[in-house]
């Protein structure tokens, strides 16, 4: 958040500078300086796009700078003027889809009351998310290649914690009010075993289609949902009714001994 915070801070005073200028040039050179900064922000989203899929093609570690700039119609000089390296890109990538997520989840949680609904609507969400074949190979990707580099791992997963930490912002604490109650620790450890449950499940998908119903990956999201908002909630549930839908079976529950 120090880190969100310093850019804000920066952008702002960009924003003031640039405010100045503006006053002190004609409005020719002020068309042109717009048109300058509207190109580089084309420029930095069709980088972006491309090693969103350069990434899911070559895995994290395989791409290429000149893949990823080759892909845009760019040269390797245009990808160093937005980002520092691929870990750069990579984090913008997943700051963008962070951003379209709460732009999407805000209007249909509000538009839910009961807790029941909100998490039901929100295990759908998850769910549709972890159809992305793109999304979830650069996840995985990008984990391997930290697990690959331990010198690099520890900071790549407090960045990684720190995007996620993200999802504690006020307008999640007024959608999921049970989320307000939780520590910081608390959160960062619900979103972390959140986010592993739903990528486990949605790699066994896209390895073996069909093991999975949407009905079981969106239910069994639910119960883990439920149990980090209000741990206890779902004792009562049996071991194999959890289990079960796991194990990528299309047989029914083996039947508990009485």
């Known amino acids: 958040m120090y880190m969100r915070v310093c850019f804000i801070h920066r952008d702002v005073n960009a924003m003031s500078v640039d405010s100045k200028n503006s006053r002190n040039h004609p409005p020719a050179e002020r ?42 119609g760019k040269t390797r000089g245009a990808f160093y003027a937005n980002f520092k390296d691929k870990e750069d890109v990579f984090f913008q990538i997943f700051e963008e ?45 990008f984990k391997m290649y930290a697990i690959r580099h331990p010198r690099r791992r520890k900071r790549l997963a407090d960045l990684h914690a720190v995007m996620r930490l993200r999802c504690s912002l006020p307008e999640i604490d007024d959608l999921l009010p049970e989320y307000k ?15 592993a449950i739903m990528e486990g499940l949605s790699v066994n998908q896209l390895f073996d289609p069909g093991s999975l119903s949407d009905d079981d990956v969106i239910r069994y999201l639910t119960i883990c949902l439920r149990e980090k908002l209000l741990p206890g909630s779902t004792a009562a549930i049996p071991d194999e009714a959890l289990l079960f839908p796991l194990l990528g079976s299309n047989e029914p529950a083996p039947q508990t001994a009485h």
């Open 31 to 72: 068309e042109a300086r717009s048109l300058k900064q509207k190109r580089a922000q084309v420029t930095r989203q069709q980088l972006v796009k491309s090693a969103r899929a350069i990434f899911a093609r070559d895995g994290f570690q395989n791409a290429r700078i000149e893949d990823i700039a080759a892909k845009a």
């Open 97 to 141: 889809e962070l951003d379209r997520d709460m732009a999407t989840l805000r209007p249909i949680l509000q538009n839910v009351s009961t807790l029941d609904e909100r998490l039901h609507v929100l295990a759908e969400y998850l769910c549709k998310l972890g159809k992305d074949r793109q999304r979830m190979l650069l996840i995985v990707e």
């Open 181 to 195: 109650q939780q520590s910081a620790t608390q959160r960062r450890a619900s979103s972390l075993s959140m986010g």
